[in-house]
DNA sequence: TTAGGGTTAG
């Protein structure tokens, strides 16, 4: 007589499973409910859920176990709403009742809150909730289902907690973001002498990182070594992602290298470790070291390296990666990865590609719009990323959330759409969003740019004041507006209250001097950062101290500062001694820094214009054709000049000399009317600024092609009178617009805000009382000298060279 | 004869 009953417990393959099936069967052995049941358990466990779901099919007599077996192989493939009418079933049909083990596996089934409670209801009419198993199933349901207040009652409710039950709360509460009430439940549990074992150990070590414990992180090392636990995987898995959130990498590849066996969650955590801190080629070696281990990546493992790539900056290996990723079979289903690529494509500057990639996701959330608005917003293409942001908000069910604000408000901020950007501040009052720090931060910020330094302080006065970024956003606003001496008061307050400033704040704080000339205030900041607040300053302060410096005319000392500077000096610290240069005519030193941008950064076109320029201005002809030859050689244009203003909640762009505006007539018409009112009250055209040798009217006809003339005058044709009229221009406003847009604002008594590439203009009633003043003043004092030296180079060349741009095409 | 609780995420 054979022993079905054993040889279904001990069968370990399917193979060994069918013909014990078949014997079952012809031995009529089958119809007894006790062998039908451990055949059925048997497939389950084997995972052949047709074979399972046929066995219960047939299976005369259906005991609970039974049903509790097939509940339980519906949620092991995933099929939730099965298992679920399969318990249902088991209710209204079957003469079985559902016992303390139908529960657990019925919660398991949950996919949401109100079906979860809806079972929770039940196992407390039957009886069953003051089981330790089902009480422990609701506790990891509710916190998997994120209602972790209905968690932690079911858990304070239980009667007896068992190690299991601990578990269950801790990691619900570090799943939720609650690590320090994980921490506490920790202690509770140590405190009452609790064993702490492998699950207890990888529940509670999430939360260390985001406690910036890592004294709790190396204590638990210290009991797993002691006890043995340190060579579990999970352990092991939860320890590398501990120390690699911590900071502590090596720590983490030790734990790596101890490893007898890893699995995908350990190539994951460490790949993700490294790329988490900045070490891409690392972890893009891991990687390779992941596929050749033989474990296969998963979504995970992609976006990690999506991630990597995109901070590496190497678009090649981009494409390949994006290669491997459409190879492998990423999921165009799968937004994680899918945001993943967007994101990847903004960071190495393909706005395009980021956009198609986009395109091609069946399935967009918040983060695919926040990541596309990023990608735009940070590649310089700031209108297009508030176009984008308009139509996320015709989409229905995508709300803007933190992260959406933090992309829009800058974009704003860039090209002064300040309509737009008070809209999005409307937005987040009815949000609340206004009172995230975060959101703030960018709102002050938009203000300033924008050029409402009233209303910027004005909401940095409401705004919580722990934080650093609001006082960075501020001191910055200032600092362009021209208010130096109000930043560094406000630095003061700053240090007062407690508020540790970061290397931002300096940055903020000594380009607000630079700008405002104050020399010495801005060295003793730069002392300061050093020895009081010991952070140690990187090439972005230098370059503030080298401007600073440099406009001052102490251009020994700050050649000085950058040859003892101890890190490598980068563009921005030469292109500032280059600026000071050309303003105060140091050619020989300017040559000298020119060398050195020229090999940094090559592809700029600004710095063969300064260079060039500043030739000009010493009368060096040779050098001008030098320096032209050269930028032809490397076949640079020269950035076009655009300037925008903002009507009716829309951005315009003008191109200098487009003529592409729909309303382009219009304009023109306006242009001619202004112009004749300004020259009948003493406005006379500076042609110097004009780069073509051509005739008079031609002039006077480029001149008014700028694109900052275009964007007023559309501003002036399309707003009510009085309204007060906001520009902003990417590169420096030439001396001719500044002119005439004093006789402009006299006129059409209107205020005009000019924010370009360096700092605000405010034109009032003929006049200009922006924080350049004194600059524009100091150049204009040489101004017969300019105009004499532009003829010379016009004579000379045919065509002259203006601040910051080239006249006609370089190639 | 059946059961719960564990690590990685844009």
């Not at 398991?108 to 009480?135: E, M, P, Q, T, Y």
């Not at 990666?321 to 960071?347: E, P």
């Not at 990323?385 to 604000?405: C, D, F």
């Amino acid at each position: 007589m054979v022993d079905f009953g054993l040889r279904l417990l001990s069968c370990a393959t399917l193979r060994l499973a069918r013909p014990l099936h078949a014997l079952l069967l012809v031995s009529g052995r089958f119809d007894d409910v006790i062998l039908s049941t451990k055949l059925l358990n048997l497939y389950s466990r084997l995972g052949d859920l047709p074979s399972a779901a046929l066995t219960f099919r047939h299976a005369p007599t259906k005991s609970v176990i039974a049903w509790n077996s097939m509940i339980a192989c519906y949620v092991r493939h995933g099929l939730l709403p099965d298992a679920l009418a399969c318990f249902h079933r088991l209710l209204l049909t079957s003469s079985a009742r559902p016992d303390r083990f139908t529960f657990p596996v019925t919660i398991k089934a949950c996919w949401d809150l109100d079906r979860g409670k809806r079972i929770h209801s039940l196992a407390f009419r039957f009886g069953f909730v003051w089981n330790v198993f089902v009480s422990a199933s609701l506790v990891h349901m509710y916190s998997r289902l994120g209602s972790i207040d209905d968690a932690r009652k079911a858990f304070e409710e239980m009667p007896y907690k068992d190690q299991g039950s601990w578990n269950a709360m801790l990691s619900g509460l570090c799943q939720n973001a609650k690590a320090a009430e994980a921490a506490e439940v920790f202690e509770e549990m140590m405190t009452l002498g609790l064993p702490m074992g492998k699950v207890t150990v990888s529940s509670i070590l999430p939360a260390c990182a985001p406690l910036n414990s890592l004294l709790l992180g190396v204590a638990i090392h210290v009991y797993c070594i002691k006890h043995g636990l340190d060579s579990d995987l999970f352990v092991s898995n939860a320890f590398i992602d501990m120390y690699a959130k911590s900071g502590r990498l090596e720590e983490a590849q030790k734990v790596f290298d101890g490893m007898a066996d890893m699995d995908l969650v350990t190539w994951n955590s460490i790949i993700s470790g490294y790329e988490q801190a900045g070490e891409v080629s690392s972890a893009l070696k891991l990687f390779e070291g992941m596929k050749e281990s033989g474990v296969r990546p998963d979504r995970l493992t992609l976006v990690s390296l999506a991630s990597a790539v995109g901070q590496c900056g190497d678009d090649r290996t981009g494409r390949t990666v994006h290669g491997y990723i459409l190879r492998r079979g990423w999921d165009s289903r799968d937004t994680v990865v899918g945001n993943a690529i967007v994101d990847m494509y903004g960071k190495l500057s393909k706005a395009e590609a980021a956009r198609e990639a986009f395109d091609r996701m069946p399935v967009k959330d918040v983060i695919s719009w926040n990541t596309l608005i990023t990608s735009y917003s940070q590649n310089g293409l700031a209108k297009e990323a508030i176009e984008i942001y308009e139509s996320m908000q015709s989409r229905e069910g995508i709300a803007p959330i933190q992260g959406t604000l933090a992309s829009v408000l800058p974009a704003c901020a860039h090209v002064g759409a300040l309509q737009q950007g008070m809209k999005i501040h409307g937005r987040a009052v009815r949000t609340g969003l206004q009172s995230d720090v975060f959101v703030a931060t960018c709102l002050v910020d938009m203000y300033a740019k924008c050029g409402r330094l009233e209303e910027a302080t004005h909401l940095f006065e409401q705004v919580p004041r722990r934080h650093t970024g609001p006082w960075n956003a501020i001191i910055a606003g200032l600092g362009v507006h021209g208010h130096g001496q109000r930043a560094l008061s406000l630095f003061s307050e700053m240090q007062e209250e407690g508020v540790k400033p970061d290397q931002v704040t300096f940055v903020s704080l000594l380009s607000a001097c630079s700008h405002a000339g104050l020399v010495d205030h801005g060295r003793r900041c730069f002392e300061q950062m050093q020895t009081v607040h010991g952070l140690s300053p990187s090439a972005k302060h230098y370059a503030c101290m080298v401007d600073m410096l440099g406009r001052a005319g102490r251009l020994d000392a700050a050649y000085e500062l950058i040859a003892t500077m101890p890190v490598k000096p980068d563009s921005a610290v030469w292109g500032a001694l280059l600026g000071a240069c050309r303003i105060h005519g140091n050619v020989e030193l300017g040559k000298l820094a020119s060398s050195h941008l020229f090999e940094i950064d090559a592809e700029n076109v600004g710095f063969y214009v300064l260079l060039s320029n500043m030739y000009a201005k010493a009368g060096e002809w040779d050098g001008v054709d030098e320096v032209r030859s050269l930028a032809r050689h490397r076949r640079l244009q020269k950035t076009p000049g655009w300037s925008s203003v903002e009507v009716n909640k829309k951005v315009n762009v003008f191109f200098t000399g487009g003529q592409s505006h729909p309303r382009y007539e219009e304009i023109q018409g306006e242009l001619r009317a202004l112009l004749a009112k300004m020259k009948s009250i003493g406005y006379v055209p500076d042609y110097s600024f004009v780069l073509q040798d051509v005739e008079e009217d031609e002039k006077e006809h480029i001149l008014s092609s700028h694109s900052e003339r275009l964007a007023i005058a559309f501003g002036i044709m399309s707003t009510s009178p009085g309204t007060p009229i906001r520009i902003y221009k990417n590169l420096r406003v030439c001396g001719d617009c500044h002119n005439a847009t004093k006789f402009i604002s006299k006129i059409t008594e209107r205020e005009i805000v000019v924010r370009d590439s360096n700092r605000f203009h405010h034109f009032r009633d003929g006049g200009c009382s922006c924080g350049l003043t004194l600059q524009l003043r100091d150049s204009s004092s040489s101004d017969m000298e300019d105009k004499k030296q532009i003829m010379q180079l016009k004579l000379k060349t045919r065509v002259s060279i203006q601040e910051e741009q080239i006249a006609s095409p370089l190639v």
